[in-house]
């Protein structure tokens, strides 16, 4: 059973480009979450996919935006980067939305 | 932003030693989970809660819904080295099961 994978491991773009992370959930899970963490701080949900919809949303500007495929796996897009998105940026599966999601190691995002 | 006030913020003890940290929200929460966090990789779960007073051991780590549903607590028992990182208590809100929200973490630091 293989886990969460992230891609890339780290990235640095310049402010008001665009980026995409990808994410492969684990085997066997339908629901995927991204999250923003900052340095030193708990991770902060920016939405939920399952089932290809979006599920769920945390307070984030519409420059964040998502996708997820057909095989639950999933892409974060970030519009117009700004500085304050420099963060790792964190995916997570499980099954149905219940507890107990499995992170990725994450992208760590640096914005210059 | 997050709705879990995680304590202590960090924590230097000895080898050996029992260690106790807490979480508390102002809403009730569905889902109690702990989670450990070491530096490059994304958080691994330790317990997850599902029921109001469940009390549930994984090893040396115990962990408990609190009855009120809005608190949960994570003890570790007989520290070693090992146990450094950065503890994590998340919830599902009760209005909201999609989402999972965070604490700012526990920093553990073990003295051998």
């Known amino acids: 059973e293989t886990g969460v994978t992230q891609s890339p491991t780290h990235l640095i773009k310049t402010r008001g480009q665009q980026v995409t992370l990808r994410c492969s959930s684990q085997?066997?899970?339908?629901?995927v979450s991204w999250y923003q963490q900052a340095l030193g701080q708990g991770p902060q949900f920016i939405f939920q996919?399952?089932?290809?919809?979006?599920?769920g949303r945390g307070n984030f500007p519409p420059r964040f935006s998502g996708l997820q495929f057909p095989n639950y796996s999933s892409e974060l897009n970030v519009n117009a980067l700004e500085l304050d998105d420099s963060a790792l940026y964190l995916c997570?599966?499980?099954?149905?939305?219940?507890?107990?999601?499995?992170f990725g190691s994450g992208t760590r995002l640096t914005v210059v | 932003g997050q709705q879990l006030n995680q304590s202590p913020q960090s924590m230097f003890i000895q080898e050996g030693e029992d260690v106790s940290m807490n979480c508390t929200s102002s809403s009730i929460f569905n889902t109690w989970l702990w989670y450990k966090q070491d530096p490059g990789e994304g958080p691994v779960l330790l317990i997850a809660l599902y029921k109001a007073g469940e009390l549930t051991s994984n090893g040396r780590l115990t962990a408990q819904f609190g009855i009120t549903r809005k608190d949960s607590f994570l003890n570790i028992s007989a520290s070693i080295p090992s146990d450094v990182g950065i503890y994590f208590c998340a919830g599902q809100p009760e209005y909201n099961n999609n989402d999972m929200r965070f604490g700012a973490g526990t920093r553990l630091t073990v003295k051998p």
């Open positions: 996919y399952y089932r290809e919809e979006e599920n």
């Open positions: 997570a599966s499980s099954f149905d939305s219940l507890g107990g999601y499995t």
């Open positions: 085997s066997g899970h339908n629901t």
